[in-house]
């Protein structure tokens, strides 16, 4: 079975015996986590790659199938502003929202205090916490539910699928904002206004994975480098889903290079969550519309 990631448009082998309804696997060139059902099989073209399965609804399709029995439940966001986190549920209860919740949503349409997920009797279950705009477990608007394996709840624009077992890593980004103004005010006292100079032992390129731009590299020399389709751009794109301005790279010591997103309309993520600030490393891969850049850093012999 062949499917098309929605990220990138990569097509994807995924084996028909690894689930009976639907899996959630992961785009090995974008990193986009999305649901794949029996019916999303796609007749064009040869497979350009494998999906990496995260959740089945066959036990027996992990590797490590003998731990299902071992309750450990996951939320991996498919849909919506924070696309790409995936993240366990550590306690007996989490509340889901958009301010002093355990998971934090930017979604405009999602409440403050949404709902919570809690444990009872070996179980867990879903409750809403009288939301404005409700929430959806599996197209029906509940109140309360129990939750299953590879349930799927909506919250806003916000689809979330909920797992009774994954193995996977978690993957919260967290906003580094203020860390990378600290950084930024640091790096400008120790250069005395050599602005934009590069650190010394180390080169850094990006190199376009994927989109009409595919195959160039492009070394980074000065900072901060702006990427986008307008001219102002120091990295131009072809892309009509990258804004004009739309992020911007800032290597400011060795081992300190930022990502920071620049209120663009389609958004940035780095390897598959959306982000606001983060630091890079080496091996990063970064989407802009539909434009795939790894970050790649090599270093100096002395």
């Known amino acids: 079975m062949v499917v098309k990631c929605p990220g990138c448009a990569s097509r994807l082998n995924l084996g028909t015996e690894l689930f009976a309804e639907k899996v959630v696997v992961r785009c090995p060139d974008c990193l986009q986590m999305f649901i794949a059902r029996a019916d999303d099989h796609v007749e064009e073209g040869e497979a350009t790659g494998e999906a990496t399965l995260l959740v089945s609804d066959k036990p027996s399709a992990r590797k490590d199938a003998r731990q299902w029995q071992d309750l450990a439940p996951s939320l991996s966001v498919i849909r919506g502003p924070d696309q790409g986190i995936h993240l366990r549920i550590k306690k007996d209860e989490m509340v889901i929202g958009r301010e002093d919740a355990d998971l934090i949503l930017t979604d405009p349409s999602v409440s403050k205090w ?179 850049i790894q970050f790649i850093v090599k270093d100096l012999p002395e």
């Open 114 to 292: 949404h709902c919570r997920i809690f444990k009872e009797k070996k179980r867990y279950y879903l409750e809403d916490l009288g939301s404005k705009n409700g929430t959806i477990v599996n197209k029906k608007r509940t109140q309360r539910a129990e939750l299953n394996n590879l349930d799927e709840i909506e919250l806003g624009q916000t689809l979330i699928v909920y797992s009774d077992y994954d193995g996977s890593e978690e993957c919260v980004p967290e906003d580094v904002s203020q860390e990378l103004d600290h950084l930024r005010d640091s790096t400008k006292a120790q250069q005395q206004g050599e602005s934009g100079r590069m650190p010394k032992g180390r080169e850094f390129y990006l190199e376009i994975m994927s989109g009409k731009d595919k195959a160039r590299s492009f070394k980074i020399d000065r900072c901060p480098l702006i990427i986008g389709r307008g001219e102002e751009a120091n990295l131009r794109l072809s892309d009509e889903e990258a804004s004009r301005k739309h992020a911007m790279i800032e290597v400011l010591s060795r081992d300190n290079a930022y990502l920071t997103d620049l209120a663009s309309q389609n958004g940035t993520y780095l390897n598959g969550a959306h982000i606001r600030a983060m630091r890079l490393k080496h091996g990063d891969k970064i989407r802009l519309g539909q434009t795939i």
